[in-house]
Nanobody
Framework: QVQLVESGGGLVQPGGSLRLSCLASGFSLSNYAMSWYRQPPGKERELVASVSSAGSRRNYADSVKGRFTISRDNAKNTVYLQMDDLKPEDTAVYYC?????????WGQGTQVTVSS
């Protein structure tokens, strides 16, 4: 069964850090471009960061540049999102997505809440 499972979300104070993980099962991530999206309350889902299959190219939304880092470990079939200096506006459900040709898979999401 093909599955992406996110973990690592939670409640954190402004300025704090979290590391999200996205573990794939039922397929190998090695050929897939991976992305993290987020959906703030009452807003549309938006792209946060993406990484190429080999990890050589990374892109970030302007709102998270310099604070978030996407990485991948193909041997562990896992993608990460390190989030530092978190702000209240980072509050959202975070999703990972795998994309290769016409195959696209999404995880179920993990909640990140930034609040004092």
């Amino acid at each position: 069964q093909v599955q992406l499972v996110e973990s690592g979300g939670g409640l954190v104070q402004p300025g704090g850090s979290l590391r999200l993980s996205c573990l794939a099962s039922g397929f190998s991530l090695s050929n897939y471009a991976m992305s993290w999206y987020r959906q703030p309350p009452g807003k549309e889902r938006e792209l946060v960061a993406s990484v190429s299959s080999a990890g050589s190219r990374r892109n970030y939304a302007d709102s998270v540049k310099g604070r978030f880092t996407i990485s991948r470990d193909n041997a562990k079939n896992t993608v990460y999102l390190q989030m530092d200096d978190l702000k209240p506006e980072d509050t959202a459900v975070y999703y990972c997505k795998a994309l290769f040709l016409n195959r696209e898979y999404w995880g179920q999401g993990t909640q990140v809440t930034v609040s004092s």
